[in-house]
């Protein structure tokens, strides 16, 4: 038997009070010996007269636990652990664990950590500047590369509008990361249903639920799920979507849904403007999966600063309770938007995380990110962007900058 490579994916567990808990877990397989030997090493036996023990790979996990988010830092403490216990090396799996534990992360803004395991190793955190923008490495290119940009933002409205979604994959890290990207995509909404990237077997029945969810299951039981009549499945690695005919997915609004369906189609296949050109230029690199990453967000940020422009001036602070009130006048703000037949909007602004929106980015005294400067100072270039292609993309890639400035946790593990 041949061994396995080592694996590495993340599961994320929800507790009690909604607080987040992120599992990074890496399997490796050890050599155990088969005393009952196989059926290929049979012929030999008999030739030698002797029974060879056959050797066999037991699956070992090491799984760290935590409620910060970083999975990079995560994977190079774990891979370190594995090597050093893998090669035998002359340091204390005990001292290791122990120096991970004892490190102090620091807060967010920006600030850095140097730390080691204490096997010779440098590991370098660096907090976020604004912890309210996601962190997405580079999944959100990885899920347009994987199902293309229609079927995304097919996921994306639905997501919206409180539909469920499932994914399914044979890979548990895809499973992480589409929906890591998909929750990211709604931002500066945040998902208030339930979020479960790997479903355990033992919990199939959760998809039964009536409420909405994002969740991954692993491709050994697609058959299962292709049974469900009111849930959006994904196929990451066919890269295809099933949308069931009982759901009525509501769209984007024109001309939001061909803006930024041009936008995309500009940012992912750059190419595509000059694919007629009879003596095209050169073809130039293409961009840095991270920043092509910050890029497609960019872009669903505009999409926001537009869905979402004048929402202030329908806030109402009501004062009749011991705790002030801030109430949202959806009518209002629907009529001066021209959009009170929408149905998608409408239900956008009476869904979940509208609400939560609203209570945390309704007060007038708060810390503000990139979204706030968006919608108060940028709406208009925005929409004069869209009808110069050039200055669109410059604009989409200074907000790009600002998001891949805004992280940029970095490890460097050596022995």
Do not use: W
């Not at 995560?74 to 204390?92: E, H, M, Q």
């Not at 999409?303 to 002030?324: D, T």
């Amino acid at each position: 038997l041949e061994r396995k490579p080592p694996t590495f994916f993340v599961v994320v567990l929800t507790d009690i009070d909604s607080e987040r808990h992120y599992c990074s877990c890496l399997t490796f397989y050890e050599a155990e010996i088969n005393l009952q030997g196989t059926r290929e090493t049979e012929g030999e036996e008999e030739e030698s007269g002797l029974i060879q023990p056959a050797e066999v790979f037991a699956p070992k996990s090491l799984v760290l636990v935590s409620r910060l988010d970083y999975p990079e830092i995560f994977r190079a403490c774990l891979g370190l652990i594995y090597t050093v216990y893998v090669d035998n090396l002359s340091v204390s799996l005990e001292c290791l664990i122990a120096n991970l534990c004892s490190c102090l992360v620091p807060a967010a803004g920006g600030s850095q950590k140097l730390f080691s395991l204490g096997a010779g190793d440098r590991q370098l955190i660096q907090t976020p500047i604004h912890d309210s923008l996601p962190v997405t490495g580079t999944s959100v290119s990885l899920l347009f590369q994987q199902l293309g940009i229609q079927n995304v933002l097919s996921l994306f409205c639905a997501v919206l509008t409180e539909n469920k979604v499932l994914f399914h994959s044979a890979s548990f890290q895809r499973l992480s990361d589409a929906c890591r990207a998909l929750e990211a995509l709604m931002f500066p909404l945040k998902y208030s249903y339930p979020y479960i990237p790997i479903l355990p077997a033992q919990l199939l029945e959760v998809l039964s639920s009536p409420t909405p969810f994002i969740i991954g299951v692993h491709s050994v039981f697609h058959t299962d799920v292709h049974e469900l009549l009111d849930v959006i499945i994904a196929d990451l690695d066919g890269g295809t979507i099933k949308i069931p005919e009982c759901i009525h997915l509501s769209q984007l609004p024109e001309p939001l849904l061909h803006q930024t369906q041009s936008a995309l189609s500009l940012v992912l296949h750059p190419d595509l403007e000059t694919a007629d050109y009879a003596f095209p230029p050169p073809r130039t690199a293409l961009s840095h999966s991270k920043m092509l990453d910050k890029e497609v967000r960019a872009i669903f940020l505009r999409l926001f600063a537009q869905l979402f422009q004048g929402y202030r001036s329908c806030l109402q602070l009501i004062r009749i309770h011991s705790e002030p009130v801030i109430h949202f006048h959806k009518a209002a703000f629907l009529g001066q938007r021209g959009l009170i037949e929408n149905d998608f909007l409408t239900k956008v602004l009476n869904g979940m995380a509208f609400a939560g929106f609203v209570s945390e980015r309704g007060p007038p005294y708060r810390a503000c990110d990139l979204f706030d400067e968006l919608v108060a100072f940028e709406v208009e270039r925005i929409k004069a962007d869209e009808r110069n292609p050039p200055k669109m993309i410059k604009h989409v890639r200074e907000l790009a900058e600002h998001l891949y400035k805004n992280v940029s946790i970095l490890y460097n593990a050596s022995l």
